[in-house]
Structure formats: structure tokens, C-alpha cells
């Protein structure tokens, strides 16, 4: 049996983009990262099932999105992460970057879990409506309605998006 | 707008890096841990375990994926004193041996034989192993006359439960004891491999009773986005087939709406909790990607989760009926819990949701 080694790899391999995924879907790097190796236990289980000719990553984000959908915070025994905002500082600013991705995660935390999951496919993963549904086993009006609201939300003038918004709409009017 | 929420996104997660050093260990140990936790449950659930092979457990709290089969039907292969068929391990008995058909036979009657491709030897063993995808679960054919299924139906198989929660489909032998060479035929459609058991039922059953399978973790059903055709049957505990019990539905609305129902079931049933025994009455339903597949001949390709059918699939739904263990198994993967409701909008769908 050399399983272990090829599961080995495939971890080693993909291991930080897979936590990157869990930090979308959950809204907090932790909370991604548990999600990631609860999937990967999963994947590890289907692993012989799945080689040579599966797609073990498109296995594991598959367990992960359907985690994070039906169970969101309940998958961590209602543990909230503290949604602290750093203070904004001035663009180009080497924290910049890092007070966006805090005040991305924070509004994804606000969201619904079916909207920010519905959301991250939707617009990080780049699948269709008809993909989401599928891998989600819900309908597409479904899709449709979670990812219009979460857009909605993201936009609210007194969000914690809105600046991002605002300065993305003026840029692209001049 | 939507490139921004990309861009936002892409932003929030770009310096994100592990906390974990060693993912691959926290992986193994999180497995074993959660292995022992199971383990402890089967434990306590195997009290309930009966000759049919079924175990009664408590649900677990546990997050699916859509259920994953077999990539390619594996070559079982003794190891030890035991028969290492797919995710099943089936202990050899004192006085028996295990052999691949391309040995010499000796006393077949304590025999458990391993099919190797393309060799047809010692044929009569009392046990045979097959090594091959599982999309049709076999029996008697019955109902010859019916006007829904012209050329009649194969019963239903029992949806039994394995030691560690693998799911079997056992052909039903209820009036056929006193045959002059009785046999029994078990298809485990996740480890796409079969039993033909040469024995009574009481032999065959202390065979199935000793087979320990390993946990492969709970999903929800796995059936393609389209098909050209999907039959329903349906059977009473002993395997009979009412003819006003068999449907067939081809128009593309009612084949989505069948499989919008199958896909949407989302009560995945752990491996440790799974209870399906022989005792029950079962439903089968054989989803085809297209009409004019030859008996016998349809291959099953393993699917990602939620595949799109290809040309030939097919993918079978065994469901045990009645009591508190209403449960579905896919051959593609995949097993879930079904409500009453929900099999009476499965006999909706096939327009025999009146009786």
C-alpha cells in the first residue's frame, strides 16, 4: 500500500492553497485551516478510491464547500472570531493590504454562511450558477438569490466594504 | 463590479499562509482520532449486529461530501489468513484456502476463488470473487408480462450493512432453499467487486457476517446531472414485484426532477450509523445515460462527485424501505437517509405515488 507517501504529496502540495480556500469559506484563517484538515481526513479516507485517475483536490474542495454550507459556524462549536478592524491607513501603505483583507474576512464573517459560501464560489472560484447548485445540491434560484444578497450587503454604504467599493467605482469613472 | 469582488477576495486570502508546519501529520492524526472515535461507537453498535449483516448505530454529527466509489475495480489479493476484496476484508475459515483461478483447483467445496481476467478455471468453488463494476445488482427476473418494462424486471436486491458500515446489495433467495444447488450472490457496489457464494443461506450468511469493511466516511448521493432513462422497482421483503410497482420515466423534466430529489437528500449517513438489513422491503433505480445499452454491458465509470453522465453510464440506487432505516446507497457513492416524504415524492415522480 502506497497510499501514504501519494496522499503525502498531494497534501504537501496543495496544503496552503486549500487553507486559503477554508479562510474564504469560513471567514477566518483558523477556522479555514480546521476546515481544510477535517476535508483532508475525508480525502485521505477516499484517497484509494480516488487515485490514480480521480482529482483528489477537486475532491476536497467539493467536502469543504459542502461543510462549510450546511454546518458554518456549528462545525466550530459556535466559536466566533473577534472581528477586530484595524485602522485604515493610507493607500499604498505596506498595511494597506493587510487592513483590505482583515475588513474582506470581516465582511465575510457578517455574511450568512450559505451567502459567503455561495459567494466564494461564486466569484473566487469561478463556477456558474449551475456548478454551485450542483456541488451545493440545492437549486440555482438558490445560488442566485445568496449571491445577489451577499453582493448587496458587501456594497451597504455603512459596510465595511463600502470604502473598497467607493474607491474601485471612482476608478473606474476616470 | 465582480472583478472587484474577485480582486477583494483573491486580496484578503494572498498573505494567508498555514499555521500548521506539518499539515500531513495533523491530517493522519485527526484521522486516527476520529478513527478511535468511530471505532468506539462500532463497538458499541456491533451488539446489534445479525446474520444479515446489519448494524444498528447512533447517528453521528458529521460533515459530507457527495459520496465517492471504486476509480477501477481492483484485483482482490489474499493477505494472511484474509481476502482483501476493495475496501472489504473477508477473514478465510479454518479449512479453507483462498486461490486465483489461475491455480490448479483442489477441493473446490472449501474454496474461496479469486477470478483473474481472462481465466475461467475451477468454476464451481463455493465462494467466487469477481473484481468489477457493480450496475446491476442481479436476481430473478420477474414480471415478464409487464407493459411499463417489456421483457419483465430483475428483483431488487437487499440493501444489507457490512461490519465497519460498507454497504452490500444480496440477492434475495427467499422460496428458492430447497434448490438442488443453492446459491447466494452479494455485489458491493462501492468496492466494485462480487460474491457468488455456492452455499446455503446460512453458510453464505456466516461468510457475510465475518467481512469487515473500512470507513470510508459519509456522503450524499452521487448521480449524473442528466440521463436518458431511469426505471423504478420495487419489492416487498421477499423480493416480489407487484407489476403496478414498476415505473419508467424518460422525459427530460421528469428525469431532472428525479435526480434533483436524489441529489438533494443531504442526511449522509455515517459508516458507524448505517442500519440497512435484509429484512426490509427495497426500491432500485436504474439511471441510464443512454436507452440502447446492451444488458449486461454497461460500464461504470467512477465519477467525480455529482458527475455529468457520460455515454453508457449508468448508475444504480438501491433503497431500503419502511421502518426508522430508510436509507439510499449510490453506486457511484454515497449513502443517505430518506424520509417518508421523500419517498413518497419518489413514487410521485413515477406517477405511482397514489397507492
Not at chain 1, 486559503?20 to 477566518?28: A, E, H, I, N, W
Not at chain 1, 477535517?38 to 485521505?44: G, P, Q
Not at chain 2, 508546519?21 to 451488539?47: K, T, W
Request: glycine content about 10%; overall charge neutral.
Amino acid at each position: 500500500m502506497n497510499e501514504a507517501p501519494d496522499f503525502a504529496q498531494f497534501v504537501t502540495a496543495r496544503y496552503p492553497a486549500l487553507v486559503r480556500y477554508g479562510t474564504l469559506l469560513t471567514g477566518d484563517r483558523g477556522h479555514g485551516e480546521d476546515l481544510t484538515q477535517e476535508s483532508l481526513v475525508k480525502t485521505y479516507r477516499a484517497w484509494r478510491r480516488l487515485s490514480p485517475d480521480g482529482d483528489p483536490e477537486a475532491y476536497t474542495r467539493t467536502v469543504m464547500a459542502r461543510a462549510a454550507w450546511r454546518f458554518g459556524r456549528r462545525l466550530w462549536r459556535g466559536e466566533i472570531p473577534a472581528a477586530t478592524l484595524p485602522d485604515r491607513t493610507a493607500a499604498g501603505d505596506a498595511y494597506a493590504r493587510h487592513d483590505t483583507a482583515e475588513a474582506v474576512l470581516a465582511a465575510l464573517r457578517a455574511l450568512p454562511t450559505g451567502q459567503r459560501v455561495v459567494l466564494v464560489l461564486r466569484y473566487w472560484a469561478g463556477l456558474s450558477e449551475g456548478e454551485i447548485a450542483a456541488q451545493l445540491g440545492c437549486s440555482t434560484g438558490t445560488v442566485k438569490s445568496r449571491a445577489s444578497r451577499a453582493i448587496a450587503s458587501l456594497r451597504r454604504a455603512d459596510g465595511p466594504l463600502a470604502e473598497a467599493f467607493a474607491h474601485a467605482e471612482t476608478g473606474s469613472a476616470r | 463590479m465582480t472583478e472587484r469582488i474577485s480582486e477583494l477576495l483573491n486580496e484578503a486570502v494572498a498573505d494567508v499562509e498555514p499555521a500548521t508546519v506539518d499539515p500531513v501529520g495533523a491530517v493522519l492524526r485527526r484521522g486516527r482520532s476520529a478513527r478511535r472515535r468511530s471505532a468506539l461507537i462500532a463497538a458499541v453498535v456491533c451488539a446489534g449486529l445479525t446474520l444479515s449483516g446489519t448494524v444498528v448505530g447512533a447517528r453521528l454529527a458529521d460533515g459530507p461530501g457527495v459520496g465517492v466509489a471504486g476509480a477501477v475495480p481492483e484485483t482482490p489479493y489474499v493477505d494472511g489468513r484474509t481476502v482483501v476484496a476493495g475496501a472489504v476484508r473477508l477473514p478465510i475459515p479454518d479449512g479453507w484456502r483462498a486461490a486465483t483461478s489461475d491455480q490448479p483447483c483442489t477441493d473446490t467445496s472449501r474454496t474461496i476463488l479469486i477470478r483473474v481476467h481472462d481465466n475461467e478455471r475451477c468454476g464451481m468453488s463455493a465462494v467466487e470473487i469477481f473484481s468489477t463494476p457493480v450496475t446491476m445488482a442481479g436476481g430473478r427476473v420477474t414480471n415478464l408480462g409487464s407493459h411499463v418494462i417489456p421483457g419483465g424486471v430483475v428483483a431488487p436486491p437487499a440493501l444489507i450493512t457490512l461490519q465497519g458500515g460498507e454497504p452490500g446489495w444480496l440477492e434475495r433467495t427467499a422460496g428458492r432453499e430447497d434448490v438442488p444447488h443453492p446459491a447466494v450472490s452479494l455485489a458491493l457496489p462501492w468496492s466494485q467487486v462480487k460474491f457468488l457464494f455456492r452455499l446455503d443461506s446460512a453458510a453464505a450468511g456466516e461468510f457475510i457476517a465475518s467481512m469487515r469493511s473500512a470507513p470510508v466516511g459519509a456522503g450524499t448521493l452521487a448521480v449524473p446531472r442528466t440521463a436518458a432513462i431511469a426505471d423504478l422497482v420495487i419489492s416487498d421483503a421477499s423480493g416480489g414485484v407487484r407489476p403496478e410497482d414498476i415505473g419508467r420515466i424518460r422525459a427530460p423534466e421528469t428525469i431532472a426532477r428525479l435526480l434533483r430529489l436524489l441529489r438533494e437528500q443531504q442526511d449522509a449517513v455515517a459508516d458507524a450509523e448505517a442500519c440497512a438489513g435484509a429484512a426490509q422491503a427495497t426500491a432500485e433505480i436504474t439511471i441510464k445515460a443512454a436507452e440502447s445499452v446492451p444488458w449486461g454491458t454497461e460500464p461504470s465509470p467512477v465519477p467525480g462527485p455529482s458527475p455529468a453522465a457520460a455515454p453508457r453510464d449508468t448508475t444504480v440506487v438501491v433503497i431500503a424501505l419502511g421502518g426508522d432505516c430508510q436509507e439510499a446507497v449510490s453506486s457511484h457513492g454515497g449513502r443517505v437517509r430518506l424520509s417518508a416524504e421523500t419517498i413518497a415524492e419518489l413514487k410521485n415522480v413515477y406517477g405511482i405515488g397514489a397507492r
